[in-house]
């Protein structure tokens, strides 16, 4: 994702995305973690800045009446936990000479889990990944569309809901 000098592959966003919203050191892996069983990466630290709750809670509007606009209302109907944060991107570059240049993308980075209670807290637990839709071609006129959003919230989420203790990402409510 991005262009020239600033690209990142989906997994090192999602990486990224994961350490600002659980302000823990997160290394993504497709094999089981050598830290054992409920063992808790070490804080970044970011908490303890008086920007961090104000970063998460905008994170959180997006998913609410942001560029994701209903994601989290969609998400809490299907009875995922009450934490949903969301960024949204869009590369809208046409190239040269040729239009094998262009670069036409909508993204979505997103966390579902449970914060520690208070509001723009940190995320303890959960999941978080990301969306990315390329374009063949960008519109004659106006914005790409937001097809990131409409899939999270019409057939992500219904996949998540289905999985959610599957994946154990986070305890159930309660305990």
């Given at each position: 994702?991005?262009?020239w000098e600033n690209q990142w592959t989906l997994l090192d966003l999602a990486n990224s995305f994961g350490r600002v919203v659980s302000d823990r050191r997160l290394t993504?892996?497709?094999?089981?973690?050598?830290?054992g069983e409920g063992a808790v990466p070490d804080s970044l630290g970011l908490a303890r800045h008086g920007w961090y709750g104000d970063f998460l809670s905008g994170l959180e509007a997006v998913a609410v009446d942001g560029t994701a606009r209903g994601l989290a209302a969609s998400w809490r109907e299907k009875g995922l936990p009450r934490t949903v944060l969301?960024?949204?991107?869009?590369?809208?570059?046409?190239?040269?000479?040729?239009?094998a240049d262009d670069l036409f993308a909508k993204s979505l980075l997103f966390a579902v889990g449970q914060s520690?209670?208070?509001?723009?807290?940190?995320?303890?637990?959960?999941?978080?990944?990301?969306?990315?839709?390329?374009?063949?071609?960008?519109?004659?006129t106006g914005n790409l569309p937001s097809h990131q959003v409409d899939f999270a919230t019409r057939q992500l989420g219904d996949f998540l809901a289905?999985?959610?203790?599957?994946?154990?990402?986070?305890?159930?409510?309660?305990?």
């Open positions: 994702y991005g262009a993504l892996r497709c094999s089981p973690s050598s830290h969301a960024k949204t991107g869009t590369l809208n570059e046409p190239g040269e000479p040729t239009p520690a209670g208070q509001a723009g807290g940190p995320l303890q637990c959960g999941l978080v990944g990301g969306l990315y839709i390329r374009f063949s071609q960008g519109p004659e289905e999985y959610w203790a599957e994946f154990g990402a986070c305890p159930p409510e309660g305990n």
